[in-house]
């Protein structure tokens, strides 16, 4: 019996193979991105915007910045970027 995996029991990729997709232009970047600092990155929305939906949209516009910025952005590390 095989146990298919949801988003959140996806091993995520490594900093480089993410900032690697995005400079290949890859949408799969955004998805690895959000798999990875989901929590994170809501956890911070959250605690300022103290808003469900408001930090939703903090999440969405904070991986579009990161797919416009990437490339010609480098980030090292990336979680600070």
Same mark, same amino acid.
């Given at each position: ?5 949801? =988003? *959140? ?14 400079? =290949? %232009?890859?949408? %799969? ?6 798999? =990875?600092? %989901?929590? !994170?990155?809501?956890? #911070?929305? *959250? $605690? ?19 797919? $416009?910025? #990437?490339?010609?952005? =480098?980030?090292?590390? !990336? *979680?600070? !970027?």
């Amino acid at each position: 019996m095989s146990k298919t995996k949801t =988003k *959140q029991e996806k091993i995520p990729l490594p900093d480089e193979e993410i900032v690697a997709l995005y400079w =290949k %232009r890859d949408e %799969r970047a955004i998805e690895e991105t959000d798999i =990875k600092y %989901r929590r !994170f990155l809501y956890t #911070i929305a *959250q $605690n300022i915007l103290k808003d469900r939906l408001d930090s939703e949209e903090c999440l969405n516009d904070t991986y579009l910045g990161a797919w $416009n910025r #990437i490339p010609p952005a =480098k980030p090292d590390p !990336f *979680q600070a !970027f």
